[in-house]
């Protein structure tokens, strides 16, 4: 079993994701540990982009920032393996395929093994073109399920899944969303059907009793863009006591 995969069996996991590189990297180290302390199980370091995939305003201007300061997939390898020396808490890259072809597919998923990155979210890369070389890294290969997803399309999509199953919560981009889809439960019981792997929901939900309401039916949430919109408005301290309240309505 992967280290993700145990985080859920330790208790409902609360996943957080950050832009590596917004404000800057050294931030972005920092943040590492504070999110760890202030609850999170796994960090989700999204990798810069210029055209971010399936991203609402607040995540594309993160990815802006983080662009401008000239962050690179090499400099977040970097920050990875620096950040490995002081905590073990699972860590996760969300990015385009794109980017990976650019650094070399091998060469990604050897810098992966290497740094201690525990999975890898690609939102462009369909479950039919799953890659050899990320399965032969032992490196988690996580899948997206959409709340469109037919029940062909979500078997395919995690049969060749590791780590965990990214359950979109809306149909559309990231963002704070006031309602859920409301076919969510149906979804996880579909998923189940075909893999035992856990179950973590994400897009859109942005408040304790949001992320109290999904583990009662998941394994995890997933917070991106309310954190990230704090520290885009440098409120890093608001992102963390959110993080903070997060944790404690998941444990309630």
């Not at 525990?118 to 899948?143: C, F, K, N, T």
């Not at 704070?176 to 929901?201: D, F």
């Not at 704090?230 to 404690?248: D, E, N, Q």
Request: with cysteine; hydrophobic share 45%; net charge positive.
């Amino acid at each position: 079993m992967s280290n993700l995969s145990e985080t859920f069996n330790k208790r409902k996991a609360l996943v957080t994701y950050i832009t590596a590189g917004d404000p800057t990297l050294a931030v972005t180290g920092k943040l590492i540990y504070d999110l760890e302390k202030a609850g999170a199980d796994i960090i989700e370091l999204g990798i810069p982009f210029s055209d971010p995939l399936a991203d609402g305003p607040v995540i594309q201007a993160s990815h802006q920032r983080a662009l401008k300061k000239n962050t690179a997939l090499a400099d977040v390898f970097k920050l990875v393996a620096k950040a490995r020396r002081k905590t073990a808490i699972p860590i996760c890259f969300m990015l385009s395929y794109n980017l990976i072809v650019k650094f070399g597919e091998k060469k990604f998923y050897s810098q992966c093994v290497k740094c201690k990155v525990d999975g890898v979210v690609v939102p462009d890369l369909p479950p039919e073109e799953s890659r050899v070389a990320g399965r032969e890294s032992r490196v988690d290969q996580i899948a997206f399920v959409a709340p469109t997803s037919s029940e062909a399309r979500i078997k395919l999509s995690v049969e060749t899944a590791s780590g965990f199953v990214y359950l979109i919560s809306v149909a559309g981009i990231t963002g704070k969303q006031e309602e859920l889809a409301s076919n969510l439960v149906r979804l996880v019981e579909k998923i189940r059907k075909y893999t035992g792997l856990p179950v973590a929901i994400g897009f859109g939900i942005s408040t304790p009793a949001q992320a109290a309401q999904m583990v009662k039916i998941a394994d995890g949430v997933i917070v991106g863009s309310a954190i990230v919109d704090l520290i885009g408005k440098k409120k890093t301290g608001a992102a963390l006591k959110l993080v903070a309240s997060l944790r404690r309505a998941i444990d309630a």
